[in-house]
């Protein structure tokens, strides 16, 4: 073979062997459930006599092609498995963060109804009750706690129309119907008028047959569907979650009513937290903060029967606590204005005693005293407290020498200075404050110049039960006495030093008066007057003879 032949088929054998192989490669990537192998295949035998001729240039080209081969595979296979694994990771990754995003607090994996709510539990339909709109300040015109009018509107109240447009106009309604006799008491109103429910609903009611249907659905007598004797203390937080434990809402109210309508979307399923602790305001003053629903729900059930909540159609019956009673009595002195207690037991027997006290003033103090003054100054001390009882506020008072105010009875009216009680059947005491009240010191001017003013003078016992039924006018320092047919009975004159007042001259019907006359206490409407043991009193009687 020629040289040029022999170097041809050198050529043609190293092209040859630079070709890539057409046979499956000894080695391939398997992935089975996630992991990374290399199998192994079995290698095929080739010979060739040019190889093995040109041995050392055969090896070289399979072993720089095995080389690359090998690599090359490697890092797609270890790429691959990088790139898988960390997917991996990053989902995982993503998923611990999600997570850990939600706010877990104040819930468990398992419900702790210490700290949770289910939007039908009893807890929540008394704070929906709690936080309920109050319509029982205008019982004295709808007669219905669980919707309230709104302002303005008109009643006629026996006959006499009213603009009603403040709290302050139910005054003028239940002042016509006190001057009214018993029963004659009729309340219209002038329809269009707009009402408030109790959840807070606004309806148009256009007559009173309307209105009437809604009263029916109200429970009165103080059984009211509200919880009126405690106050939600705001803002307070609440959380809902769904069935799933995941947090859908974080609320912050202020006010009863977005309360009352917060409560009232949810639906069943729904579970909400309170953010604690949480304070209430009773109706006393006292501030109550809880910490769990347990202690909510017991601070709730507490106030639902705590006091009187007013809700009834008495308006006479105002709604007052212990301590507002407590704190306007100790104010000023009160004069006593009415005080009806008949057949009250006494040293002479069974006496009517409406008269005795009439103008007589009662000063409360703070250590439980209570003085009795009839105007010149102290008579008789007691004590007195405050008590509740059935959601009632009582007056005590014990007195020595003035049986007629001594027993229980029931304070039922708190009016622009006056106080009324009353103690069962015709029994009742009203009393009007006097602050300007003040003991007037006697003095000879004084008691000539009231003497002389024109006006009759009555003459009592100082207990009130008159010991003659004639009228005196001390006119000219003379003593005309008339009967109580306006005809004089006795004559005499009078006279003045410094304190001491005589009478003279008198020879019938008050003989007996005859004498010095030493006086111990005065006002502008009376005398109290002593002689050793016995006390006289002169009470002004401008009225007789007229």
């Known amino acids: ?55 050392f240039v055969n090896f070289y080209n399979k072993v720089g092609y095995f080389l690359k081969r090998l690599f090359y595979r490697k890092f797609q296979i270890i790429m691959y498995c990088i790139f898988k694994n960390l997917l991996h990771v990053i989902l995982l990754a993503g998923a611990i963060f999600f997570i850990s995003c939600q706010q877990e607090e104040p819930f468990q994996e398992e419900i702790n109804p210490v700290l949770t709510l289910s939007a039908d539990s009893a807890v929540v339909e008394m704070m929906k009750r709690t936080t309920s ?45 006190d001057a009214a006799e018993e029963g004659a008491h009729n309340v219209q109103i002038t329809y269009p008028i707009t009402v408030t429910l109790s959840d807070y609903t606004e309806t148009v009611i256009d007559s009173e047959a309307v209105l009437q249907d809604h009263v029916e659905r109200c429970v009165e007598g103080g059984t009211d569907d509200d919880i009126e004797c405690v106050d939600v203390m705001y803002p307070v937080n609440l959380f809902t979650y769904n069935p799933n434990l995941q947090q859908t809402s974080n609320v912050t109210v202020n006010h009863d009513m977005e309360l009352r309508r917060f409560l009232a979307g949810l ?6 937290s309170i953010d604690f602790p949480l304070s209430f305001e009773m109706f006393d003053g006292i501030e109550v903060t809880v910490n769990n629903n347990t202690e909510l729900a017991e601070t709730m059930d507490r106030a639902a029967e705590a006091c009187d909540e007013d809700d009834d159609s008495d308006y006479n019956d105002d709604d007052f606590t212990k301590v507002s009673l407590d704190s306007i009595l100790v104010t000023c002195p009160w004069l006593v204005k009415k005080l009806n207690r008949i057949d009250v037991e006494s040293s002479q027997g069974y006496v009517d005693i409406t008269e005795q006290y009439h103008e007589n003033l009662l ?17 008789s001390e007691g ?11 009582f007056i005590t008072l014990e007195f020595k020498d003035a049986e007629a105010f001594n027993g229980t009875m029931y304070t039922y009216e708190i009016g622009e200075g006056t106080i009324k ?9 009203i009393l009007q404050r006097f602050c300007a009240y003040e003991v007037q010191a006697c003095s000879q001017a004084f008691i000539e110049e009231n003497l002389l003013t024109g006006c009759r003078w009555s003459i009592t016992d100082g207990r009130g039960e008159f010991n003659e039924e004639i009228t005196i006018d001390f006119s000219q320092k003379n003593i005309l006495a008339y009967n109580a047919n306006d005809i004089v009975e006795d004559e005499g004159n009078w006279n003045i030093s410094d304190t001491t007042l005589a009478f003279g001259d008198m020879s019938t019907t008050l003989e007996y008066y005859v004498g010095d006359w030493q006086v111990v206490a005065c006002s502008e409407e009376r005398f109290r007057l002593e002689r050793g043991d016995e006390t006289l009193v002169l009470v002004k009687n401008c009225d007789a003879g007229l």
């Open 421 to 429: 009680m009353d103690g069962g059947e015709n029994d009742e005491i």
């Open 363 to 379: 000063t409360f103090m703070e250590d439980g005293r209570v003085n009795l003054d009839d105007g010149f100054g102290p008579v």
């Open 1 to 55: 073979m020629s040289t040029v032949a022999t170097a041809m088929l050198l050529k043609n054998d190293f092209i040859r062997s630079q070709k890539p192989k057409s046979s499956v490669p000894n080695k391939k990537f398997i992935s089975l459930k996630g992991k990374c192998f290399f199998q192994r295949y079995p290698k095929k035998s080739k010979t060739s006599s040019l190889t093995l001729k040109f041995g």
């Open 133 to 177: 709109s109050d319509g029982s300040y205008d019982n004295i015109v709808d007669g219905a706690s669980c919707l309230g009018i709104q302002f303005p509107y008109t009643v006629t109240v026996n006959g006499s129309e009213l603009r009603i447009e403040t709290m302050d106009d139910f005054q003028s309604i239940e002042d016509i119907l």
């Open 383 to 393: 004590d007195w407290s405050v008590g509740v009882s059935d959601f009632k506020v």
């Open 267 to 272: 639906d069943d399923a729904d579970l909400i």
